[in-house]
């Protein structure tokens, strides 16, 4: 049976309390006890000797002993459980409790008996006497026998003592778990309840809301962590389905277009309104390949995405491979009047050559794209610690601050119309962010509208054993 996260937070909260006071209890009691008997001991000592210092005061100098006083002294004593007998040096008794009221003496003993065996039934008390000798001007006159129960007793208002203290500790405990109960409680809807609110929230999220967003704030870090990945992942999910319609849509429009200009030749040529000749045909041709074009672009980009995809790392100059690409564009740039600049020093890598050279002309050819005429391309290339960096910036339009976070997206235009000027399908940024990640490296953009973009690339160098070297 599965239980909830209040339930169970109130009721471990109760279970603390309940231990925690059954163990206050049980080590007070044992505490207080052997204290409470070390005190008594020592008490009744004190009151033995006190009784008999009284008594020893009721000596007069002529030899004779208040007798009355020493009554008094007595019959006070047996009232505290203490059977008093005094005797001078000849042995002969002066006053004797169980003489003046043996039924009275039987009576108190009979009683402190009868409470400690009910109250400590193991208790082993045994009635013993202890003699103080009496001193008048430090001379021995008489003896004072103190008989009680020993080693210790408790009289009524000592037990009264220890019944109360038991009672405030069973009142604390119940206290104790009643406060534990509320405590429990409120904390545990203090817990549950935005957590309770994040499951809801991904229960929409499950069924498409993505637009549900938690707002409530919590002072508790994993329960904020928790509500900012929660938000995260709706943002992320949100985002994502725009890009899967938007998608959609531009493929769909890619391939609607040729399809409706084949479709519109076909029919023409089929209804006898044109001949098929090589023009006609040619048009047709030059749709089909375009197609194709798009069909390997997504055949291709579902390659990177294929967790079997495998690199061919090789040892090489990639200052030499980005002069050989940059001389291979430099009759583009030439027509459209762009300035292409390139400084680096002379390094090599571990990478697989072929699919570092499709990132390299894919972030050249975007610049001379989106530079106008008269503009310029910086390329960089430079070592910075263990990896190699690649600059690619220009002077184009720049990339508004809106689309500069989806542009590795697969389809994503910034720009549709210019975007279908200049040809592409959407999908080379994002064929170059795999390659860059296959690589455990990373490629990063900043751009500024009206200014330019740069595209920063970082990879490993990833010197590899000469056995796994094949230098080029």
Known sequence: MKNSLKARLSLSYVMVAFVSVLVISIVTNVFMEKQFRVYTIKNQESKNADVAKLIGQQYAEDGKWNTKAIENIGVNAIAQGMIIKVSDNSENIIWDASLHNNGMCKEILDHIEKNMSKVYPSW???????????????????????????????NDNDLAFIDKLNKALIIIGILSLIFALILGVVMAKHLSDPITRTIKAAENIE???????????????????LIHTINNLADTLEKQEELRKRMSADVAHELRTPLATLQSHMEAMIDGIWNPDNKRLTSCYEEIMRISR????????????????????????????????????????????????????????????????????????????????????????????????IRVKDTGKG???????????????????????????????????????????????????????????????????????SNK
Do not use: C, W
Request: charged residues 25%; hydrophobic residues 35%; aromatic residues 12%.
């Open 294 to 389: 798009l069909v390997g672009e997504l055949e291709k980009l579902a390659k990177y995405d294929s967790e079997t995809y495998k690199l061919n790392k090789i040892k090489y100059n990639i200052t030499k491979q980005m002069e050989e690409i940059i001389y291979n564009f430099q009759i583009n740039f030439n027509n459209k009047d762009v300035k292409i600049k390139f400084s680096g020093s002379n390094e090599e890598i571990t990478a697989d050559k072929d699919k570092i050279s499709q990132v390299i002309i894919n972030l050249i050819s975007n610049a001379l794209k989106y530079t106008d005429t008269k503009g310029t391309v910086e390329i960089k290339l430079e070592k910075k610690n263990d990896f190699i960096q």
């Open 207 to 225: 069924k498409g809301y993505y637009n549900n967003r938690i707002t409530e704030k919590s002072d508790i870090e994993e329960i904020t962590l």
């Open 124 to 154: 082993d008390g045994k009635y013993q006497i202890k003699l103080y000798p009496v001193f008048s001007n430090k001379i021995q006159v008489g003896i004072v026998e103190v008989g009680y129960y020993g080693p210790f007793y408790y």
């Open 399 to 469: 990339i508004s601050k809106n689309d500069l976070p989806f542009i590795f997206e697969r389809f994503y235009r910034a720009d549709k119309s210019r975007n279908r000027l200049t040809g592409g399908f959407g999908i080379g940024l994002t064929i170059s962010k795999a390659i860059v990640d296959s690589h455990n490296g990373k490629i990063e953009v900043f751009s500024q509208m009206n200014k330019g973009t740069e595209f920063i690339v970082s990879i490993p160098i990833n010197i590899l054993s000469s056995s796994q070297i």
